[in-house]
């Protein structure tokens, strides 16, 4: 079958298509009904089915093939960066989980109860997650460099009843103390988890709270030989929460299911990136991220793959480190961010070509726009296909890409290419509600029901995700992406940026509201716009512009500089050094309509070079004349 027939089936027939698909996992009990979408829009996948995401993941390979390796934990992060590892079998995989589900059980957490991981890139935090998976817990694992009140907003929303961590992370070798920000994290929360689980990699000092903290290789030990059976779980119970940035300052946690969740990953693993159990896959995203979840953990193991957990950067000790994970592991598939590979061209291109990649099948990349001089440069050197992919944190699972486990449709340059299997993705234009004509831009939408894997709701607030992502046209209910797009004439698919607030920093995803609460906390700042802005490397850097409280403490350059140098420490410390702004400028004015709202796009537009738009709404244009100036001191 080739794409067309494939795709038009998986939206024509999607109930033949996905109980097809559903047979690529193991079920305690069929389903009875592939889809109910009785209550638009909200989708349940697999009703009255029962399944188990670590069966699937772990307990399932163990039966089969138990000897072979499953997770390979890869840290660069040693005193001069040379690479230690560590290899856990399906079998040994099993038998850890199985300890880390029993501690977690004498902890207390039971089925739909939240286990809050805020740890680094190491193998207790995959365990922590497929012990969740185990016993029907539900994961909230929080990017470790994010900083406590980031840390707050999610422990408050997703009120954990454990919570799992670490004495600290590492970076470039130096240690990134965790503890203390959990504890402020946890001061600051409404919410207080009933325990905190701690590795503990003495990286840095941890004082331990009487009666809440406890330490995990002490149970550990007295878990040794625990045996915890999975649980099976209802197809549309919920596996994880992960937040996201959106328009508010509030970030949204995404919540998805077990059964949809399970064969969409083991249908993408096949069709996109063609795993073959026994090979071995490496994602250099992080667990916090959704890449970590679907691509690093589940879905790798789903297929039966070896999956790379790597900490480190992709410079220490030298550039050419993940080559020699590539050679020496036999990598077949490698997942990476745009970004990365940007920063590697800035290397020696001999770096790369030292190793032996004979192994390596293809190199996916996501996050951010691929830029055509980027993928044209990393294909060249490793003379591999290089696939694109977009989706994001709510569809768990790519929404535009080409599917090489199906033919070899050709990829097209600046396109991350076509509809996925069950994707009916459509432009919109953004005012008038309309579909698009090819090569006319809108906004990319997706008509419901999503297909398996997506989002269920934002956790909590099933209004929130209707009013989020579902009324954002009076002309029908479609899931906005939130993303700008065209489509050519051949079908192909072009993100061309976001229509909200949202900005992509190195392929993180940032809200610039956020960012704005937490400059706005420092006591000279008396309003503040962020904006994104193209930078060559990272894709986008956050620049902020502040009006002072007192402009008399801001009179000097030298003043503006500790003033911005303040402002960096504050957001470094809610927010985590990823949300930290690469410029603070001070300003007497922003740009707003007369009814006050930010002019973020005319900010943007300006820092960009570019033409500001259209003005006619605009309260003050010496506002604009302000911008400029600060942009050129
Ligand atoms: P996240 O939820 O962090 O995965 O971020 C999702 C957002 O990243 C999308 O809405 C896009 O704006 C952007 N994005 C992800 N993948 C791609 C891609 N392949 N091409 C262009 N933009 C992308």
Redesign the pocket.
Known sequence: MNYEAFYRQSVDDPDTFWSREAQRIDWHRAFDTVCDHARPPFARWFVGGETNLCHNAVDRWAQRQGDTPALIAITTETPDGTPAEKTWTFAELQRETERTAAIMRSLGVGRGDRVLIYMPMIAEAVFAMLACARIGAIHSVVFGGFAANSLATRIEDAQPALIMSADAGSRGGKAIPYKPLLDEAIGLSAHKPGHVLLVNRHLAEMNLVAGRDVDYATLREQHLDAQVPVTWLRSDETSYILY?SGTTGKPKGVQRDVGGYAVALASSMEHIFCGRPGDTYFSTSDIG???GHSYIVYGPLIAGMATILYEGTPLRPDASIWWQIVEKHKVARMFSAPTAVRVLKKQPPELMKRHDLSSLKALY??????DENTSAWVADALGVPII???????TGWPI?SVARGIDDKPTRLGS?GVPMPGYRVKILGEATGTVCGANEKGVVVIEGPLPPGCLQTVWGNDERFVSAYWSNFSTEQVYS???WGIRDDDGYYF?L??TDD?I?VAG??LGTREIEESISSHDNVSEVAVVGVEDKIKGQVAVAFVIPRHADRVATPEAKQQLEKEIFAVVDRQLGAVARPSRVHCVNLLPKTRSGKLLRRSIQALCEGRDPGDLTTIEDPASLVQIREALQS
Do not use: C, K, M, S
Not at 365 to 370: S, V
Not at 388 to 394: A, G, K, L, R, V
């Open positions: 996201t991220w959704v890449v990349l996501a996050g951010e726009p691929l694109d992919n977009y989706w994001q944190t709510e535009l991350p992406t939130f993303d993100i940026g976001r949202v992509n993180h995803r």
